[in-house]
């Protein structure tokens, strides 16, 4: 069967439809889901059959892979990182939601198959209202990576209806919520308390040092 193609609105999404993408990722389902950076592809992050569809639609192992988390502000992420220094602490206030990916260290309760040997985890809280109110209505995270196109031009996906042909087999749902980004987020290593970028993207960390 075919993906379901959901369209939700960021200012105003229906309940209903919602809900139904919530029992989905419940269910073990796999979406792909607008954000403020690029469209992502994603699941709940406690299941393992979900994680390894995510891998594979991805092409990579999921224990060598750098997955990150949607999280829906920083009180949920404190329970996936170890204590954060105060300036990492400071640091994210000042910049979340935004379209950042943090590196942190990971705790316990981050899965066992996702607790690769750098025993990091990447975090993010982005400026849309859709994977926030669903990670929220989850009541955890999801687990994200982004959709990247075989364009030399184009690096990233930006229009639902062209990601939907091209992932409809491969999905549950695809969440058309208006034209993506094609600059992924900036992703900042903050795991020993020092602040370097890995990858500069849309977001410049340097107007909240």
């Given at each position: 069967m075919p993906a379901e193609?959901?369209?939700l609105y960021p200012e105003n999404p229906d309940p209903r439809r919602v809900r139904k993408i919530v029992e989905t990722l419940e269910a073990g389902g796999v979406i792909i889901y607008p954000t403020d950076t690029v469209y992502g592809l994603g699941c709940a992050i406690f299941n393992q059959k979900a994680i390894q569809r995510v891998a594979q639609i991805?092409?990579?192992?999921p224990e060598k892979h750098d997955f990150s988390f949607i999280c829906y502000d920083l009180s949920d992420i404190s329970e996936y990182t170890r204590a954060l220094g105060n300036k990492v602490f400071k640091l994210m206030k000042k910049s979340l939601?935004?379209?950042f990916t943090f590196i942190l260290e990971a705790s316990n309760k981050v899965p066992k198959l996702l607790n690769n040997?750098?025993?990091t985890v990447g975090i993010r809280v982005p400026d849309h209202a859709i994977p926030r109110l669903l990670v929220k209505e989850l009541g955890q995270p999801i687990l994200t990576t982004s959709?990247?196109?075989e364009d030399d031009v184009i690096e990233y996906s930006t229009d639902p209806e062209l990601i939907y042909e091209k992932y409809k087999d491969l999905v549950d749902i695809i969440i058309d919520g208006g034209y993506g980004n094609n600059v992924a987020s900036t992703v900042v290593d903050c795991t020993n308390d020092e602040i370097t970028i890995i990858r500069q993207g849309l977001?410049?960390?340097?107007?909240y040092l």
């Amino acid at each position: 069967m075919p993906a379901e193609y959901i369209k939700l609105y960021p200012e105003n999404p229906d309940p209903r439809r919602v809900r139904k993408i919530v029992e989905t990722l419940e269910a073990g389902g796999v979406i792909i889901y607008p954000t403020d950076t690029v469209y992502g592809l994603g699941c709940a992050i406690f299941n393992q059959k979900a994680i390894q569809r995510v891998a594979q639609i991805k092409g990579v192992k999921p224990e060598k892979h750098d997955f990150s988390f949607i999280c829906y502000d920083l009180s949920d992420i404190s329970e996936y990182t170890r204590a954060l220094g105060n300036k990492v602490f400071k640091l994210m206030k000042k910049s979340l939601p935004g379209p950042f990916t943090f590196i942190l260290e990971a705790s316990n309760k981050v899965p066992k198959l996702l607790n690769n040997k750098k025993k990091t985890v990447g975090i993010r809280v982005p400026d849309h209202a859709i994977p926030r109110l669903l990670v929220k209505e989850l009541g955890q995270p999801i687990l994200t990576t982004s959709i990247r196109d075989e364009d030399d031009v184009i690096e990233y996906s930006t229009d639902p209806e062209l990601i939907y042909e091209k992932y409809k087999d491969l999905v549950d749902i695809i969440i058309d919520g208006g034209y993506g980004n094609n600059v992924a987020s900036t992703v900042v290593d903050c795991t020993n308390d020092e602040i370097t970028i890995i990858r500069q993207g849309l977001g410049e960390i340097d107007e909240y040092l």
